[in-house]
């Protein structure tokens, strides 16, 4: 059964820090390029950040760029998120995701940010 | 890095079809086939629909199906069913200086 389990989140202040984390199993994870995507509550889909099968490619939104750095573990089957400078629009679930050949079919549940003082 | 535009809400009654529009520009929806299509039901964890325009995955119904006209995507769900009742989102690669991947502002479906 293929799993993604994030953890990770929490209540943080403003300008503080949180490491994402995304335990991936039943699937062949080290061949998959893995995105985060969030959701603000009861607004839409964002897409966050991407990442290749290998960790050397990445890409991000602008709304993150410089603040957030996406990377991986393959002997973990982990991805990561890393999150500075959080801001209050930061709140938000944060998925993890995996996309084979743009075909993205493996979501975990989610973990919720919440940036607050 | 803006959405792609979708209709806020849709609905109809049980057994009628219904179509959602996803319009991108020609550096995303038009210019690639990889939008998707995705159902999402509050507290849940979304759930790929269609890929590659019109790819349904396995165990998706074919009730859902999917096309693309220049910089507009659509989903259509026939025989609508009262479990079809979510927040549908299309989604694309758009390729500009850098790959990025972008969202629809996602479309609530009422089945009444």
């Known amino acids: 059964e293929v799993q993604l389990v994030e953890s990770g989140g929490g209540l943080v202040q403003p300008g503080g820090s949180l490491r994402l984390s995304c335990a991936a199993s039943g699937f062949s994870f080290s061949t998959y390029v893995m995105h985060w995507v969030r959701q603000v509550p009861g607004k839409g889909l964002v897409w966050v950040s991407r990442?290749?099968?290998?960790?050397?490619?990445?890409n991000y939104a602008d709304s993150v760029k410089g603040r957030f750095t996406i990377s991986r573990d393959n002997a973990k089957n982990t991805l990561y998120l890393q999150i500075n400078s959080l801001r209050a629009e930061d709140t938000a679930v944060y998925y993890c995701?995996?996309?084979?050949?743009?075909?993205?079919?493996?979501w975990g549940q989610g973990t919720l940010v919440t940036v607050s003082s | 890095q803006s959405a792609l535009t979708q209709p806020a809400s849709v609905s109809a009654s049980p057994g009628q079809s219904i179509t959602i529009s996803c319009t991108g520009t020609s550096s995303d929806v038009g210019a690639y086939n990889y939008v998707s299509w995705y159902q999402h039901h509050p507290g849940k964890a979304p759930k790929l629909m269609i890929y590659?325009?019109?790819y349904r995955p396995s165990g998706v119904s074919n009730r859902f199906s999917g096309s693309k006209s220049g910089n507009t995507a659509s989903l259509t769900i026939s025989g609508l069913q009262a479990e079809d009742e979510a927040d549908y989102y299309c989604?694309?690669?758009?390729?500009?200086?850098?790959?990025?991947?972008?969202f629809g502002g996602g479309t609530e479906v009422t089945v009444l």
């Open positions: 990442i290749s099968h290998d960790g050397t490619v990445t």
């Open positions: 989604s694309s690669y758009r390729g500009s200086s850098t790959l990025v991947y972008v």
């Open positions: 590659n325009v019109n």
């Open positions: 995701v995996g996309d084979q050949n743009f075909k993205c079919d493996y």
